[in-house]
């Protein structure tokens, strides 16, 4: 089973609480997602780090259930 | 597992770039992988493609070897650079080929 959208924010909100999640359903299939997340949790990490963050939020399903997300990430303005 | 993990170790310094990734260089089996070869195509840099889809240890194993959940993933001289998305917003940035020139490794002539 793919993973829902309002799951992946869910998740992600779940894990790092000021984030701000914007996810783009990239091919309309509900399965295939890009998200942008901005939280000042990442302020002063590098990339891999950020990008870790996000990963260890959504949990054991990433790259399972959930297998094609994009995923930038920033620090608010 | 300290098997694999010696056996991944092997991999990741086998060559200067080395792209964990689904499918060849030449077939792309995942949108992700191609999208990481097209970069280090586009760079010009000579690269070793491990296609874990026909290494079930080596699928599992760089997942942890790296602590990155998700497949490509691109090394260079040993080290963990990050996966496809973090590879385009380095090229974007030009940092990917900062690294790269960093490494001493150059494009193809």
């Not at chain 2, 080929?97 to 193809?108: C, F, H």
Request: proline share 5%.
């Amino acid at each position: 089973m793919p993973m829902a959208g309002a799951e992946i924010i869910a998740r992600i909100k779940a894990g790092i609480p000021d984030a701000e999640v914007t996810l783009t359903d990239l091919a309309g299939d509900d399965n295939h997602w890009a998200a942008h997340v901005v939280s000042a949790q990442f302020a002063g990490k590098p990339r891999v780090a950020q990008h870790k963050l996000v990963y260890a939020a959504i949990g054991e399903d990433m790259g399972g259930a959930l297998h094609a997300l994009q995923l930038t990430t920033a620090v608010p303005n | 597992m300290s098997d694999t993990n010696a056996r991944i170790a092997d991999i990741v310094n086998s060559s200067d770039i080395v792209l964990f990734m689904k499918g060849t260089p030449l077939f792309p089996q995942c949108g992700f992988s191609s999208r990481a070869v097209a970069i280090l195509d586009h760079l010009g840099v000579p690269f070793e493609g491990v296609d874990v889809l026909q290494d079930m240890e080596v699928r599992q194993g760089i997942k942890a070897y790296s602590d990155w959940p998700t497949i490509p993933q691109l090394y260079v001289k040993g080290e963990f650079v990050g996966g496809s998305d973090i590879m385009m917003e380095m090229y974007e940035a030009g940092e990917l080929q900062q690294l790269i020139a960093d490494a001493g490794i150059t494009p193809r002539a």
